[in-house]
């Protein structure tokens, strides 16, 4: 197995608290759980296009969170097709 190389990277409160209760839970070692996911995510990103990927986190502007809300809010009729693919109907 090759040497392991410590790298130090800051995380916030959150992710330290998300990542010791997963190691908790799992009994997984940290280190491997942090390398695995670390793994899976830059193998995503080398795989998948760039559209295909959802943002961990997505920043809004105040008028674009006030549409968001308004969309939220009032969000339509759905269409035809929509109706027809959440009844499970083929063309």
Same mark, same amino acid.
């Given at each position: 197995?090759?040497?392991?190389?410590?790298?130090?990277?800051?995380?916030?409160?959150?992710?330290?608290?998300?990542?010791?209760?997963?190691?908790?839970?799992?009994?997984?070692?940290?280190? $491997?759980?942090?390398? !695995?996911? @670390? &793994?899976?995510?830059?193998?995503?990103?080398?795989? @998948? +296009?760039? /559209?295909?990927?959802?943002?961990?986190?997505?920043?809004?502007?105040?008028? !674009? $969170?006030?549409?968001?809300?308004?969309? @939220?809010? !009032? +969000?339509?009729?759905?269409?035809?097709?929509?109706? /027809? @693919?959440? &009844?499970? /109907? &083929? /063309?």
């Amino acid at each position: 197995m090759p040497r392991a190389t410590q790298i130090s990277a800051p995380i916030s409160r959150e992710t330290k608290d998300l990542l010791e209760r997963q190691a908790k839970a799992t009994g997984v070692k940290k280190g $491997f759980l942090i390398e !695995s996911a @670390l &793994r899976y995510h830059l193998r995503a990103l080398q795989e @998948l +296009p760039a /559209d295909a990927l959802v943002p961990a986190r997505v920043v809004l502007t105040r008028k !674009s $969170f006030e549409q968001v809300v308004e969309r @939220l809010r !009032s +969000p339509g009729e759905p269409t035809k097709q929509l109706r /027809d @693919l959440m &009844r499970g /109907d &083929r /063309d």
